[in-house]
């Protein structure tokens, strides 16, 4: 099984994740913080509805799988560069900020 970088900006921590890796499960079983605010106390869990895990995408956005529907329709309140880490496969080298 392959394996991808994944480095979390600004702090430039680095890890590894198997291919098709989720973000957000990643960032939790790694401890990097994906949650601010009210995000902290109330989102919807990894299911795609609340935003509230949304990062700003650094480098490698091609290695991204493509958003689905659901992530589309999220993410358009959002700028460009931005992805919702409950939604996100991991299949190529990844930088991002997780505070959005
Ligand atoms: S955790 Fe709610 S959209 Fe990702």
Known sequence: MSTHSV???PDGRTFLVPDNA?????????????????GRLANCGGRGRCGTC?????????????????ERDR?????????LS?????????TFDPRG
């Open 22 to 38: 989720n973000l957000r499960e990643a960032c939790l079983r790694e401890g990097v913080r994906i949650y601010y605010g009210l």
């Open 7 to 9: 480095s979390v900006h």
């Open 54 to 70: 949304v990062v700003r995408i650094q480098d490698g956005q091609s290695n991204l799988a493509v958003p689905t529907p659901r």
């Open 86 to 94: 409950c939604q996100t496969h991991i299949r190529g080298p990844l």
């Open 75 to 83: 993410l358009a309140s959002f700028g460009p560069g931005m992805r």
